[in-house]
């Protein structure tokens, strides 16, 4: 009888993890990290995508993101 053993040690390839490690690794631009608008620690992912910031990334996380379009959308309303 022959037994099945799953690979312990299965490569799977992860382009995207790959890229994240290296981009880490150069440091070419200052990774998102910190929220300009809490000032707290965020990971990566934390961060809103920006095409127009060098970074590729908003310097405020998405928390403060929404806080601000909603204080907005509230303050326009009150104006009306
Ligand atoms: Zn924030």
Redesign the pocket.
Same mark, same amino acid.
């Given at each position: 009888m022959t037994t099945f053993r799953p690979s312990a040690h299965a490569t799977v390839d992860f382009p995207l993890y790959d890229d994240e490690v290296a981009g880490e690794m150069v440091n070419a631009e200052p990774a998102p990290g910190r =929220?300009? @608008? =809490?000032? @707290?620690v965020?990971s990566y992912e @934390?961060f809103a995508r920006d095409a127009s910031k060098p970074s590729g990334r908003k310097s405020? =996380? $998405?928390? =403060?993101?929404s $806080?601000r379009a909603l204080a907005y959308y509230h303050s326009k309303k009150a104006a009306a």
């Open positions: =929220c300009y @608008a =809490c000032g @707290a965020k @934390a405020v =996380c $998405r928390e =403060c993101d $806080r």
